[in-house]
């Protein structure tokens, strides 16, 4: 094989991956984003929002920047510490994907729903919604 043909493959391959990380079934998202849902790290979770999202804590909902949304969850973590949290449902729908989970804080019970859509080659967290289970 020529030179030129291996580089042709070699970028072929690259490109191929790129896009299996971006057509790929998007739930690995989910992954880390229950780790800090768990954790109660609103750091690190902010750094999955969309630059802008609609985020809903205990049916309070705002249109938020990643900076406030941020401060959001901060405050609702100094509430309600976390103990756990584990996803029950996903599904997606074109380049969106949702979770539904149920979180354990602060001795109460609530439930999660996160969707996510896809920027560029990433997924982002659209919408956060935080619902007390009764």
Known sequence: MS?????????????????ARAQ??????FVPIGR?????????????FADNLEISVMSRTSDSSRAQARQILKTFFESYTPRSFVI??????????????????????????IFVTLFRDTY?????KIDMVR
């Not at 790929?24 to 998202?29: L, V």
């Not at 074109?94 to 729903?113: I, P, R």
Request: aromatic share 8%; glycine share 12%.
């Open 3 to 19: 030179r030129v043909m291996k580089i042709i493959a070699v970028c072929a391959l690259m490109l191929a991956s790129l896009g």
């Open 88 to 113: 029950r449902h996903r599904a997606s729908q074109a380049q969106s994907k949702y979770a539904v989970g149920d979180l354990v804080a602060g001795g109460e019970h609530f439930q999660v729903t």
């Open 24 to 29: 790929g079934d998007g739930y690995e998202i």
């Open 36 to 48: 800090y849902l768990g954790a109660g790290d609103a750091e690190k979770l902010s750094a999955w």
């Open 124 to 128: 982002r967290i659209q919408q956060l």
